[in-house]
């Protein structure tokens, strides 16, 4: 076993001693709840909750293509709360830099769409966005691309955006159901087997390919959670730790048992 005890003190050490330098972290939108972005799946605020008013029959709709053809406005309405550019990174994101500074970060793969890795300061390549993002679009039946001024333009106020060559409609380069990931998420994928050490940060392990990546590091490399819940098969390895609650909370205690409290306070106030 590599940790003395589950705790983040042993985490910590682990760190410390220099035996953690493949980093690799994977993260879902409870880490951006603090920022002002619902997650999908908490019962009360998550945004699945929440989309009633959108006249949806099942609200994973408004990330299915085939709705998404038929009518794209719901996707708009939810696309002009989520776009990127009025939210600021959480004590989490920032942490995530942190590592990356420390040339601890061996690769982070985000289920998030809210770009908000990249304002932290996480270099772009150890970044995989393994949902797509709101940083670019394109027409879904020519594929040729939008430009950025005009989409947002579209998005502040709801309104669908169409091609300027085919009339087609635009979609941002976000993964819906049934779409493949990005071939960089197949490409990286191995980094997950070659961690020395994982954080599993605010998701809670529902959608495929992604939920099985905590699973492909070897059984004995540390993984540490930062949840509101336990998911996946995170606490049945002897080296599991389990950190419930806010994962900000969670994150200053391991900032802080590593003697990177100050630092991390310091960047997030930037
Ligand atoms: P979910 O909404 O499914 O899960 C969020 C998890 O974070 C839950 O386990 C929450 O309990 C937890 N959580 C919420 N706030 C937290 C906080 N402050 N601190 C710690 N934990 C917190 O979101 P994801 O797992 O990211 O797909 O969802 C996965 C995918 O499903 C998304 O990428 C999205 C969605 O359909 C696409 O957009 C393609």
């Known amino acids: 076993e590599n940790l003395s005890e589950r705790s983040l003190p042993a985490v910590a050490d682990y ?58 406005k719901p996707f708009y309405v939810l696309a002009k709360d989520l776009y990127p550019g009025k939210f600021h990174p959480t004590i989490s994101h920032v942490f995530i830099s942190l590592l990356a500074t420390k040339g601890l970060l061996y690769q982070l793969f985000t289920q998030n769409i809210d770009c908000l890795e990249r304002a932290a300061g996480v270099p772009a390549d150890l970044i995989v966005e393994a949902h797509g993002s709101f940083a670019s679009q394109r027409c879904i039946d020519c594929k040729t691309p939008y430009p950025d001024d005009k989409m947002r333009e579209h998005v502040s106020r709801a309104e669908v955006p169409h091609c300027e060559k085919c009339n087609g409609l635009v979609k941002p380069d976000i993964v819906f159901f049934h779409e493949n990931l990005p071939s960089l998420f197949f490409d990286r994928r191995h980094m997950a087997e070659e961690a020395d050490l994982i954080l599993v940060l605010g998701t809670s392990l529902t959608v495929h390919p992604f939920a099985g990546l905590p699973d492909l590091a070897p059984f004995e490399v540390p993984r540490v959670l930062f949840n509101m819940e336990r998911v996946g098969s995170l606490g049945s390895q002897p080296d599991d730790v389990l950190v419930l609650g806010d994962c900000d909370t969670g994150v200053r205690q391991l900032a802080s048992a590593l003697g990177w409290r100050e630092e991390l306070e310091a960047e997030w106030r930037k």
């Open 15 to 72: 760190i410390k001693s220099g035996k953690a330098r493949k980093v690799v972290v994977l993260t879902g939108a409870g880490i951006s709840t603090a920022a002002g972005i619902p997650d999908f799946r908490s019962p009360e605020t998550g945004l699945y909750a929440n989309l009633a008013a959108l006249e949806l029959e099942e609200p994973e709709d408004v990330f299915s293509l085939p709705f998404f053809k038929e009518n794209p």
